[in-house]
């Protein structure tokens, strides 16, 4: 998991020096100030992706060749049943939009709009911002 984390850091930014994604996220979002959708996932959610990527290539396509396959329910590799389909589950924390608006923050110097980061996530304008809109 240690491998897979460090390569995830290197996917969003080459330089980091992170170990872990938890780090990475803290260190490109509040120090770095990239946007929600260019940060890694969670360790939860990369937890999560690991396991369904394990199952489809160990236990789905490792046993192609056999007439009668054994196969575990995929409920126990991070898939759950809705009705007659199955759906990915990919964490149980909320959105980072959700928990972290009160961090966002825009150096617009006047009224917000265009390639501003608080229009872009649609979100509000906080104290942080440097904009003159109401906040």
């Known amino acids: 998991m240690q491998r897979l984390e460090?390569?995830?850091?290197?996917?969003?930014?080459?330089?980091?020096?992170?170990?872990?994604?938890?780090?990475?996220?803290?260190d490109l979002f509040a120090r770095n100030?990239?946007?929600?959708?260019?940060i890694p996932p969670t360790l939860a959610a990369l937890r999560e992706h690991a396991m369904r990527a394990a199952y489809q290539a160990g236990i789905i396509w490792g046993q192609v060749t056999n007439s009668n396959p054994d196969m575990s329910s995929p409920a126990e590799w991070g898939w759950t049943q809705k009705g007659e389909a199955w759906q990915i589950h990919w964490t149980t924390l909320p959105p980072i939009a959700a928990s972290c608006q009160e961090l966002t923050k825009c150096s617009c110097k006047t009224v917000c709009k265009g390639r501003c980061k608080c229009s872009q996530t649609e979100l509000?304008?906080?104290?942080?911002?440097?904009?003159?809109c109401e906040k």
């Open 6 to 26: 460090r390569f995830v850091v290197l996917m969003y930014d080459r330089s980091s020096a992170a170990t872990g994604v938890d780090e990475a996220r803290l």
């Open 33 to 38: 100030q990239r946007s929600y959708n260019s």
């Open 124 to 132: 509000s304008c906080t104290s942080l911002c440097s904009c003159l």
